[in-house]
């Protein structure tokens, strides 16, 4: 069955970057619309930005100018390039992607969450 596997979290400073990838774990038909979520303890789930599939962008107002979400869609892998990183953005990152399988039916599917930590 296909999973969304995620890496690229960790531990930076204030002021670092890093980039995470979501990649599908084996042949799909196509991303569709594709979006990085963040959840810090105590606190709700909250949508960090989202592309199209014609690539079309949102982001939060928190991370407008600092993050930037892009795809690849030949190798099905999604990217959130996260720069200027502040304290407030330490949480778990998901990605959620809407794909079409190999038998063309259309799943949502989430990523198992990586750890992104920022402080000095």
């Keep these: 069955q296909v999973?969304?596997?995620e890496s690229g979290g960790g531990l930076v400073q204030p002021g670092g970057s890093l980039r995470l990838s979501c990649a599908?774990?084996?042949?799909?038909f196509s991303f569709n619309a594709?979006?990085?979520y963040r959840q810090a303890p105590g606190k709700e789930r909250e949508l960090v930005a989202h592309i199209t599939s014609g690539g079309g962008t949102v982001y939060a107002d928190s991370v407008k100018g600092r993050f930037t979400i892009s795809?690849?869609?030949a190798k099905n892998t999604a990217y959130l390039q996260m720069n200027?990183?502040?304290p407030e953005d330490t949480a778990?990152?998901?990605?959620?992607a809407d794909i079409t399988d190999i038998t063309y039916r259309r799943r949502s599917l989430w990523g198992q969450g990586t750890q992104v930590t920022v402080s000095s």
Excluded: E, F, M, T
């Design 71 to 73: 795809r690849d869609n």
């Design 3 to 5: 999973q969304l596997v």
């Design 84 to 86: 200027s990183l502040k």
């Design 92 to 96: 778990v990152y998901y990605c959620n």
């Design 24 to 28: 599908a774990s084996v042949s799909i």
């Design 34 to 36: 594709v979006g990085w």
